[in-house]
């Protein structure tokens, strides 16, 4: 324990929650219990609380390193490629990686999210987590607008609701070419990656103007 006191907090935080992860991912969340990470990561629970007020407050820094590196993902593929269609598979690329490297991550950020940031058991991840996820719909919102203004995609189309949309439908296929995945191969003839690509264009499709649509 001496090693350990010599550590600095940010440290502590790490090694809880890379223990945390390791669980979430083998286990379901809810079924992890803060006596089973304190475990994992080799400390007391006592000592546990004293970084962390909760097993909420764990799964909010996880979330947020996990949506900071979805949000470079995404930006990273729309500074690489130029083509609409391109960028778009590259949104669809990182979110797949996104599920796969965070699958617990992957369903918390699907869940509703708490917006009163005045509340007493707030905690500050939370502010940070809804601020990642506002700067991902944002950039998501100024691809479909050069889109629109290029006469790519429908010029009707609303920026904010219909990246809400493209969340819903393009992690809707994610989970499904997951959870159904035997069915895919065997009753359909497609792997998981030629379902999830079919299921991707499909949308595309229905983003494009008539003109682009030809």
Known sequence: MGRRKKESADIH???????????????SVLSVTMDDIAGKAGYSKA???V???????????LTLKSMVKLYECIDSA?????????????ICASLVRYQEEFPFCF???LKGIRIDFNRPDFFPEEKEIFDVG????????QYLERGIKE???????LPLPTVFSMW????????????????????MGFSKETFLQYGFDTLYRSLLSQEASR
């Open 13 to 27: 935080r790490e090694r809880i929650t890379a223990a945390a992860e390791e669980l979430f991912t083998e286990k």
């Open 168 to 187: 819903a439908m393009i992690s809707g296929l994610i989970r499904m070419a997951s959870d159904k995945q035997d069915y895919i191969v065997h009753r």
């Open 78 to 90: 729309l500074e690489q490629q130029q083509e609409r269609k391109a960028q778009y598979d590259g």
């Open 151 to 157: 006469g790519v995609f429908h010029a009707d189309l």
């Open 47 to 49: 000592t546990l609380y």
């Open 107 to 109: 369903d918390t950020v």
């Open 51 to 61: 970084y962390f007020k909760d097993k909420d407050e764990i799964i909010g820094l």
């Open 134 to 141: 506002e700067r991902i719909n944002r950039i998501l919102a």
